[in-house]
């Protein structure tokens, strides 16, 4: 198992937060959500895209981003920001194995205390006019490069 994590902001479609959930199951990685959430997280609403995976993941609930700020200094973790205004692309990137990958509400993003947070910001290159990956597409794109330079190496 990797030390690699995902973290989801404030998520607010339980489709998209169980399809993270099973990607984390299969790849061996664990999950942070900060709440609060914008539905209620049982597996009733995570169910249908986590499947049977959900008990094969391990998932940290934060109270706010406060929490898991704190969390994450006390673990000497770096927070990697996926957003559509970073400079960096995601496979110019260095990750390390204790980077948690962060990926914002469906809705909104994050809000700019939390973008400022980041230690790094990566952008997934997409063709002009468009607006956003899906979270879980993001998700599984930056994860497989993370792993792919670190736990896969």
């Given at each position: 198992?990797?030390?690699?994590?995902?973290?989801?902001?404030?998520?607010?479609?339980?489709?998209?937060?169980?399809?993270?959930?099973?990607?984390?199951?299969?790849?061996?990685?664990?999950?942070?959500?900060?709440?609060?959430?914008?539905?209620?997280?049982?597996?009733?609403?995570?169910?249908?895209?986590?499947?049977?995976?959900?008990?094969?993941?391990?998932?940290?609930?934060?109270?706010?981003?406060d929490a898991f700020q704190a969390w994450r200094s006390a673990e000497g973790r770096r927070l990697v920001l996926a957003s559509t205004r970073a400079a960096?692309?995601?496979?110019?990137?260095?990750?390390?194995?204790?980077?948690?990958?962060?990926?914002?509400?469906e809705s909104a993003g994050v809000p700019e205390p939390v973008h400022d947070a980041a230690d790094a910001r990566l952008i997934i290159p997409m063709v002009e006019g468009q607006r956003s990956i899906n979270v879980a597409m993001s998700a599984a794109m930056i994860a497989g490069e993370a792993l792919r330079q670190t736990a896969w190496s």
């Amino acid at each position: 198992m990797t030390r690699l994590r995902i973290a989801l902001y404030q998520p607010d479609i339980p489709g998209n937060t169980g399809t993270i959930l099973r990607l984390a199951a299969c790849m061996g990685l664990a999950v942070d959500i900060i709440e609060p959430a914008g539905f209620v997280l049982s597996d009733k609403n995570l169910r249908r895209a986590g499947m049977d995976y959900l008990a094969h993941v391990t998932m940290t609930r934060h109270v706010n981003f406060d929490a898991f700020q704190a969390w994450r200094s006390a673990e000497g973790r770096r927070l990697v920001l996926a957003s559509t205004r970073a400079a960096v692309r995601y496979t110019d990137f260095s990750f390390r194995d204790d980077d948690v990958l962060l990926l914002g509400r469906e809705s909104a993003g994050v809000p700019e205390p939390v973008h400022d947070a980041a230690d790094a910001r990566l952008i997934i290159p997409m063709v002009e006019g468009q607006r956003s990956i899906n979270v879980a597409m993001s998700a599984a794109m930056i994860a497989g490069e993370a792993l792919r330079q670190t736990a896969w190496s």
